[in-house]
């Protein structure tokens, strides 16, 4: 896939993914609520860990480069990085690159395309958001 085709598939995905969560907040009501509260799950679901953005070092690292994130939370993510070398889109290849955040919403939102999943959850840390 030439750069300019993936601009505007990942503009597409952007937006798609845009509507899902919106209508993921209303369904689920998600931004009112916590995954765990008092000890006890409130929110069940599959997860899959896309990656994670740095405020630090203003890097995203995709999770299936993170040795410290275990593999029922990345094993799905192959898909994205083999897509990613077929279609020769190289963000969706590299381990580690500089980024910001808006282009981690942008890379969470291809996945959530090429996953075929029903929102995009960013949970903050210390140093960034995963």
Known sequence: MREP??????????????ALNDQCMREFRLGSCYFLEDGIPRVAASVVVVGTYSTKSETWLWSWANESLPSAVKDSMRAVRNWGSREGVRDLTEPKFPADEEYGW?????????????????????????
């Open 5 to 18: 085709d993936f601009e505007v598939w990942k503009h597409e995905a952007v937006h798609g993914a845009q």
């Open 106 to 130: 942008e890379l969470a939102s291809v996945v959530l395309r090429l996953l075929n999943a029903i929102c995009i959850y960013r949970y903050p840390f210390s140093s960034g958001f995963v």
